[in-house]
């Protein structure tokens, strides 16, 4: 994957695909080892581009046990929705017709 979009940090790493983001669009957001970055020059962008089509990256990221990417997502939120308590609703008064 090529481009500056946050699917390269989100849904990338679920399919352990390497992804070259570019510029500072994502600058402070979380990466998995998928994400390799690059400034937007077009050398620094073809050498991250090489490193993303290694076999030995591809390989890499297979074997990595990611946080965000560990198969439990599905538990997580079932167990977050189990201990929900919604607040009650306000009521509100009545309204009175003068």
């Avoid at 308590?85 to 309204?95: L, M, N, V």
């Amino acid at each position: 994957m090529l481009g500056n979009s946050s699917s390269a940090l989100v849904e990338a790493p679920a399919v352990d695909l390497p992804a070259v983001n570019v510029g500072e669009r994502q600058a402070g957001r979380w990466r998995e080892a998928n994400v390799i970055d690059a400034p937007a020059e077009a050398e620094a962008v073809a050498v991250a581009l090489r490193r993303a089509l290694d076999p030995r990256v591809r390989d890499a990221l297979r074997a990595a046990h990611e946080p965000l990417a560990d198969g439990r997502a599905g538990q997580r939120i079932a167990d977050i929705i189990a201990r929900w308590r919604p607040p009650s609703p306000p009521r509100k008064p009545p309204i009175r017709i003068a």
